[in-house]
């Protein structure tokens, strides 16, 4: 029986499971949807504002694409992990859990069942224009050198920010055929964002990190890392606001960035460096941030 991570919730899918499967759900961290949220809203928001300067309508189809497109190669990305972190993670309280450490899944199994998942996010890919194409195989550069950034550096989070931010590059790319300059401000904004929660939720671990040698944002900025996270989180609402500015977005996108700002604002107030469960929580809010500005970034497309 695979045995959850003790950062893991219960899901109906993953609960319907059979019990052969259920180590390849955690091996995907389908048990963990923040992952795949947090890879899929930046998609989202360039979807809904490319929308905006092309004045049409967010399209549908395309934004369920990038739904099964993040579920899958979030899943892809997190067995790599998995694969390269093997070592790692059997020394981690948090993590040896996981089912490659903890003997429920061998290596060459991870690794036929990272290339499935990545056939079904080729078959996403392939389903938009040769810009997009392109395009998202760019985005495998830093998926695959990110796992191996924690050992020579305290800042793996950058790395993290160029992968998971993708998305807002990807909306423009399958509606627009290029990249606008806003393509390129909402980009930035999105790693900056990355960078923030993810040292929100590397606080976790910082004890166990500093024992196996594993860099961190969080352990960097050890006694700073509040005022670390509040810069992170300025420099996304000022990137951010440049993009609805050279996009020429309306109120209701504005609405939408001055909600999400204020989530930002309330999780640095709130943050508590010494309490993990809480920057869990903290870090799994964002999903809820990130839906406050694609709200209003939908809306203005609509209006």
Not at 17 to 33: Q, V
Not at 48 to 56: F, R, V
Not at 135 to 157: C, D, E, W
Not at 253 to 271: D, E, K, N, P, R
Request: proline share 5%.
């Amino acid at each position: 029986m695979s045995a959850p991570t003790p950062d893991a919730i219960r899901h109906p899918v993953v609960d319907r499971l059979p019990a052969w499967a259920l180590p390849y759900a955690r091996l995907a961290r389908w048990d963990r949807p923040i992952g795949w949220w947090l890879l899929l809203l930046p998609c989202w928001w360039s979807a809904a504002l490319a929308a905006t300067i092309a004045g049409t309508r967010p399209d549908l189809v395309a934004l369920l694409l990038f739904l099964i497109g993040a579920i899958a190669m979030r899943g892809a990305g997190s067995t790599w992990n998995d694969i390269t972190d093997r070592d790692l993670d059997a020394k981690v309280a948090r993590t040896r859990a996981r089912p490659i450490p903890s003997g429920q899944v061998s290596v060459k199994q991870a690794f036929l069942f990272l290339v499935l998942q990545a056939l079904v996010g080729l078959a996403v890919l392939l389903s938009f224009n040769g810009f997009a194409i392109v395009a998202g195989f760019a985005s495998l550069v830093p998926v695959i050198i990110y796992p191996f950034m924690k050992r020579f550096t305290n800042h793996p989070q950058i790395v993290l920010g160029l992968a998971f931010a993708w998305g807002a590059l990807m909306g423009f790319a399958t509606e627009l055929g290029h990249w606008p300059w806003a393509a390129f401000a909402l980009y930035a904004g999105a790693i900056l964002w990355v960078v923030g929660y993810d040292t929100i939720y590397a606080l976790q671990d910082i004890e166990d990190d500093a024992i196996v040698g594993i860099g961190s944002t969080a352990r960097a900025y050890g006694d700073n890392v509040r005022l670390f996270i509040a810069a992170m989180y300025a420099g996304t609402a000022l990137m951010l606001a440049l993009a609805l500015q050279l996009a020429g977005a309306g109120w209701p996108g504005w609405l939408g960035l001055l909600a999400f700002c204020a989530h930002l604002a309330w999780q640095v107030a709130s943050l508590r460096r010494d309490d993990a469960r809480h920057a869990l929580r903290l870090f799994r809010s964002n999903r809820d941030a990130g839906l406050l500005l694609f709200a209003g970034l939908a809306l203005d497309a609509l209006v």
